[in-house]
């Protein structure tokens, strides 16, 4: 069982190129999210979907999302700033009445932004 | 304030040590209260999750939630190597979105043989 897979694991790129983090997961899970992760500032949400057609951002400006499906959830950087250089998580959950909290994360990607 | 306060260690213990992770909030709002464990170069996992105040043990994992003081805790007996981790304390309310977590800095623990 996959669970939640990430690519690219690593990834270094320059100051205003585009490029898009791929999440996908084998659950059948309703709710996925993006965050990062920045030493000593936690986990940040980015951007949430609660089902396929349907997505929310937290942070404006930089990034952009789709959910054409249940199973994916890429994350686009539209024109990369060194500000965005950062490890981003990408978390499901399964679809319930109430709100458990219970994410499944994928390893990681790791982004260097020059 | 932050929503989520967390002492981010790092912490040293030798193995077989009680470890007392913590961490304090001020959102009188929040009903989920989570631990998660990171190890190096991979994502979060889920350890502990109790809903509203009390104490839910699992193994040699323990975690408390105080809501009238804001505090929740998570205790570690007889602590092995392998539990070195960031440990991350995580929280939602009850209504929202759902799995918007907000997320403690996470502590850095390191058990030593």
């Known amino acids: 069982n996959a669970g939640v897979t990430q690519t690219p694991k690593f990834h270094i790129l320059k100051t205003g190129q585009s490029m898009t983090l791929q999440c996908a997961q084998d659950?059948?899970?309703?709710?996925m999210s993006w965050y990062r992760q920045d030493p000593g500032m936690g986990l940040r949400l980015i951007y949430y979907?609660?089902?396929?057609?349907?997505t929310d951002k937290e942070v404006p400006n930089g990034y952009n999302v789709s959910r054409l499906n249940t199973e994916d959830f890429p994350l686009r950087l539209v024109s990369a700033a060194p500000s965005q250089t950062s490890v981003y998580l990408c978390a499901s959950s399964p679809t319930r009445q109430q709100n458990t909290g219970e994410l499944f994360f994928g390893e990681g990607s790791r982004l260097t932004v020059l | 304030q932050k929503e989520v306060e967390q002492d981010p260690g790092p912490l040293s213990v030798p193995e077989g040590a009680i470890v007392s992770l913590n961490c304090t909030y001020s959102?009188?709002?929040?009903?989920?209260f989570m631990w998660y464990r990171q190890y190096s170069r991979k994502g979060p996992e889920l350890l502990m999750y109790?809903?509203?105040?009390g104490n839910k043990e699992d193994g040699r994992f323990t975690a408390q939630v105080d809501k009238s003081s804001k505090y929740i805790s998570l205790f570690i007996r007889d602590s092995q190597p392998s539990d070195s981790a960031t440990y991350l304390c995580a929280m939602a309310g009850g209504g929202g979105s759902q799995g918007n977590l907000i997320f403690g800095k996470g502590t850095k623990l390191s058990v030593k043989p």
């Open positions: 109790t809903y509203s105040s």
């Open positions: 979907s609660a089902a396929a057609g349907t």
């Open positions: 659950m059948n899970h309703g709710y």
């Open positions: 959102n009188s709002a929040f009903q989920y």
